[in-house]
């Protein structure tokens, strides 16, 4: 492949500026809510052992059959130590960090947020990436119905801060215990005996590996099939159907809305309790921005002791896509407030100080670019959108003097060259200059990744 025909990996793609600012509010409100709800920001590798992903999201789902991407290692001593894998979701990382730092220890429930990438090598799809960047919020250590509540109320806290919030259906469903389950999947595997030659081929190996991704087929056989079929709900026990009681109490407390749906299930084996995704109120489930759930078997799973948990994961690209076709503008901090131009050694010098000085004080500028005249400097100032132009020429700099041009207004004046800074501040207002110092509470005049 030449140079000139390279291209982003297929299903991966460029988060440009222009994205950006909507992932950096996205982010913002992540961290907003997660500090005031008493969450701890976590980083787990990309990549982990293979098992790890086995073991918690279970090897007869597509996520471990198909998904994930393999990570191979050229040196023999690492091999031994078994695969890697890139990770297809955040949730099995934080668990395994949970046990490996002995959390346990620390004051429980721990409640834990992440931002990041994740991967998955299944055929791209219009939303779906091979790279796609989530959010995520664990509570982990405690098994109370009112945390379920907590959960989903941060949640919808982030989705009302981002305005997308009344596009959004919050589903919610209690898909019970592990014994639960397994009553169902046996009644369900009775149900379709005879069946299975009216199942498409992906749907029949379902049938065999994994029955519950049967109740989210997208095939339509499959869908008028189940509708017949047995319901999880007739399996539930007495306990999850009052722990399902209670969750939906709490949030009728919290003024949430949500539609039960007893058709909500999950595909991956440590799922228990209760599970919820946010639907696109008229699209369904083909655009949903997230989902989680209670996966109380997980930890053990992974190694550790038996400790309850729930979590839940938003997609960011869904979400700006939401955010676009809600009409929402994210605030853009990246503004050119200044532009310099000069002309000459001499001037270039002056400038560099004073550019440097106007950043220190919180304004945005760019300036003292290349031998260019100072009329195409001015037409590149315009094409950076500036707000003030500030002109020192050969004459400028021996008079001690420097033109200050008002670009929207088109109009210009000279002041003295001393005097450019506090103009400048002055014209921004203080509210608008980008200031911090390392002191600031993160969040707080800085965008942190």
């Known amino acids: 492949m030449s140079q000139s025909t ?9 988060l440009l500026p222009e994205d950006h600012v909507y992932m950096t509010y996205i982010k913002k409100a992540v961290r907003h809510r997660a500090r005031q709800a008493g969450y701890k920001r976590i980083e787990t590798p990309i990549f982990e052992h293979r098992s790890i992903f086995e073991r918690g999201i279970g090897e007869h789902t597509d996520i471990v059959e198909k998904e994930l991407f393999m990570v191979s290692s050229k040196h023999s001593a690492e091999q031994e130590e078994g695969d890697f894998a890139l990770r297809p979701e955040l949730t099995a990382s934080i668990c395994r960090s949970y046990i490996e730092h002995g959390m346990q220890q620390l004051p429980q429930p721990v409640e834990l947020y992440a931002i990041g990438p994740c991967f998955r090598h299944d055929r791209p799809q219009k939303g779906r990436y091979r790279q796609f960047y989530q959010y995520d919020f664990e509570i982990i250590g405690l098994r109370d119905a009112s945390l379920d509540a907590q959960l989903i109320h941060v949640v919808h806290k982030v989705l009302s801060d981002l305005q997308i919030l009344d596009r959004l259906r919050l589903q919610v469903n209690n898909i019970g215990t592990a014994e639960n389950r397994g009553q169902f999947v046996a009644a369900l595997k009775d149900y379709f005996i005879g069946k299975e030659r009216n199942l498409p081929e992906l749907d029949r190996k379902r049938l065999e590996t994994n029955p519950l991704r049967l109740l989210d087929s997208k095939e339509e056989d499959t869908q008028i099939l189940i509708k017949s079929a047995p319901k999880l709900d007739q399996f539930l026990d007495d306990e999850s159907k009052e722990y399902h009681a209670n969750v939906l109490e709490y949030l009728d407390t919290l003024g949430i809305s949500y539609q039960e749906n007893p058709g909500l299930v999950r595909g991956l084996d440590y799922y228990t309790q209760t599970v919820f995704e946010y639907w696109d109120e008229t699209t369904g489930a083909q655009n949903a921005v997230g ?4 996966y109380d078997p997980l930890i053990a799973m992974l190694g550790g002791k038996e400790t309850p948990a729930i979590g839940f994961a938003g997609g960011m690209e869904r979400t700006v896509w939401q955010m676009k076709q809600a009409g929402v503008q994210p605030p853009d901090k990246d503004q050119v407030d200044v532009f310099v131009a000069q002309l000459g050694p001499e001037a270039k010098k002056k400038c560099l100080a004073l550019i440097s000085e106007l950043r220190d004080k919180g304004v945005h500028t760019i300036g003292a670019l290349g031998e260019a005249s100072l009329k195409s400097q001015m037409r590149l100032a315009d094409k950076f959108a500036a707000r003030f132009t500030l002109l ?3 004459v400028e700099v021996k008079e001690d003097v420097i033109i200050l041009r008002d670009m929207a207004a088109g109009k210009q004046k000279q002041i003295p060259f001393k005097k450019a800074i506090p103009e400048i501040i002055k014209l921004l207002g203080d509210r608008n ?10 969040g707080e005049g800085v965008d942190e990744d």
């Open 6 to 14: 390279f291209r982003t990996p297929k299903g991966t793609h460029d």
């Open 291 to 294: 989902g989680g759930g209670r």
């Open 392 to 394: 020192l020429g050969q």
């Open 433 to 442: 200059l980008d200031t911090y110092t390392i002191n600031d509470h993160i």
